[in-house]
């Protein structure tokens, strides 16, 4: 398993006139504020990054990135930086580390291409909808360094899905939506997910216990993280829950994960993508999640 940069610094794209800064909501972006790092966590989630234990800050989200693969390849000095690199900045008097970064002492965001840093920031001081801010990083770095900016570190994945420079911003995607992705906007984006689902696989993957339906998936060619369904979020109606799930057993989602709205459309592949909790985007087939 390994982070997508594109869907890394595409996160941010999607997300532009979507948040209000703050530190005191979801910091995830879930209930329409976030801050710097809570975005930083949730988008590489979503990029394919294991699951997170809490929403880092950033004076612990080095041991985040570092489960994940990222590399500590700068601090305090010049590297040449690429599309997806993970930035951290601290303020504090004397550092030389991230400690003591936490709240407002520290800043991070992530590079869209080599000289184009974006983040969720304070840096209209809190408007609605205006926390994704992009800037070019020297003029960004050089301003905060005369605000008192005491140290910089760069992280970089080194196993990874190579990132274009631009990034494609799906609200500029000229794909037309499929009939299926139609019909669910025509609905305001709301699902509902009573059917019954075969168990097709099981495996354990991401820390979870997951299962796929082929059908969903959109066949067997399917990705446990993009498509595995948490068996968490299902009840087997079978055999009694208290029994472990087989394959062939029939589920259906629970009362807590059967209704909601869909998070993501892919046109292209004609799929949507629904967000279970801590368990990030799980794609389903359009025209079989119409049928739920």
């Known amino acids: 398993m390994s982070v997508d940069l594109n869907k890394l610094v595409g996160w941010y794209d999607r997300h532009v006139g979507q948040l209000t800064y703050s530190m005191l909501g979801s910091r995830n972006g879930t209930d329409g504020t976030a801050d710097c790092s809570g975005s930083v966590v949730q988008a590489i989630r979503d990029a394919g990054g294991i699951p997170y234990s809490w929403l880092y800050n950033t004076e612990s989200l080095g041991d985040y990135l570092a489960a994940n693969g990222f590399k500590l390849i700068a601090r305090n000095q010049d590297w040449v930086g ?38 969720t920031d304070y840096w209209t001081g809190g408007q609605d909808n205006t926390a994704v801010s992009e800037h070019n990083w020297n003029d960004y770095y050089n301003t905060e360094v005369a605000n008192g900016l005491q140290y910089v570190e760069a992280w970089r994945l080194t196993d ?43 495996k354990f993957v991401n820390d979870i216990w997951q299962f796929v339906n082929y059908d969903l998936s959109g066949g ?38 059967n209704e909601g709205t869909i998070d993501e459309y892919d046109a292209p592949s004609n799929a949507v993508g629904i967000k279970f909790g801590d368990d990030g985007i799980v794609w389903f087939d359009a025209d079989k999640a119409l049928a739920l």
């Not at 420079?165 to 609905?187: C, E, G, L, S, Y």
């Not at 799930?245 to 989602?253: C, L, W, Y």
């Open 160 to 202: 990874s899905t190579p990132a274009n420079d631009k990034p494609v911003n799906p609200a500029n995607d000229v794909t037309p939506d499929t009939p299926a992705i139609k019909r669910f906007k025509q609905f305001k984006n709301e699902f509902t997910a009573y059917s019954q689902i075969r168990v097709d696989e099981i």
């Open 82 to 119: 690429n599309s997806g690199d993970v930035i951290l900045m601290n303020w504090a008097d004397k550092a030389n580390s991230m400690k003591g970064s936490g709240g407002a002492g520290g800043h991070v965001g992530v590079l869209k291409d080599a000289n184009t840093f974006i983040s």
């Open 220 to 257: 067997k060619d399917f990705d446990w993280t993009d498509n595995g369904i948490s068996l968490a979020r299902v009840d087997n109606k079978t055999r009694s829950n208290e029994d472990d799930t087989q394959v062939g057993d029939m589920v259906a989602f629970n009362s807590e994960n």
